[in-house]
């Protein structure tokens, strides 16, 4: 399956690509309306990019009453990504999105490095909006916790049914010039190539320890990027960064992704999944079917 990451598609802005995807995922939806970030937002790097948008966005109330509905239109799965400040306004946002059934999961963003982090923890958060929705919860994580997987032992045991993995990391940019910060908040979330052998290792500690489905991203740019995730132990694929350089990205990846499984000799791509635990990944994916 393969997603978009969350803030880096606009579904209603370019739905030909949204209808390349299998779901997808909306920016980070918050209590109140944000305006974000001051202006520049976005920076180039030598291995990616920094962004520090600072999850703008329109507040649940004008979220539920004219985005969903139109994403609704667009008839493909979505996954609603909210972000608060406490577990209080995690739980507030899965009761609203809890009543609208255009919403297939809820994925809830514990690990924005552009805004204040929660306040509460990952688990405190995780069992907040379990108590306030059936409906599937996905835990994103950052990768710059100290011990990801504990983190996701922890969302995993609190009520999540996945994870996405992973955020992006705090990195800093300055001008070639005047050698000051590009980005108006000086640091920023690097995303893109650098990210890759990140989260990589992020799912692959993440699915050794809990066994939970995951949707791995973090710097893919074609089907081989895809298959090496699935095998650390991901279930499905978000791309991200991109997307900004490549609309066809998604259909082009998928096509890659074919041919890499056939010559690895695998007959679907998600045979490949847990290919790189060897026994101990086996046993584990023997416990999830
Ligand atoms: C411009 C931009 C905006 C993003 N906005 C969000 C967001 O609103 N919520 C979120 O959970 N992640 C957000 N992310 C992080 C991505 O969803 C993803 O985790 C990260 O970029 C790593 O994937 P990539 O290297 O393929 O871009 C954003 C990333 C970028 C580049």
Redesign the pocket.
Known sequence: MILN????LDALAAPEVAAQLDIFVT??VTPLPRGGNEPTR?AETDF??L?S?G?A?PGIDAFVADVLPELAELEIPVWV?V?GFSAHDYADLCSRLDAYDDVATI?L?V??PNVAEPADSVAEIVAAARAATSKSLYA?LSPASGDITAVAEAAGAAGADGL?L???IRGLALDATTLEPTLSTATG?L??PA?RPI?LAAVFGCFRATGLPIVG????ETGRHVIELIAAGATAV?????L?ADPEAPARIRTELEVEAERLGFETPLAAHAAAHEEEGRRRLREVA
């Open positions: 990451a969350s803030g880096c920016k980070t976005i990616g990019m962004n948008i999850l966005n990504s972000g994925e963003n690990s924005c994103k996405s992973v955020n992006t979330g995303s893109g990210l989260a991203m973090g710097g893919v978000a791309l991200g960064t991109v900004f």
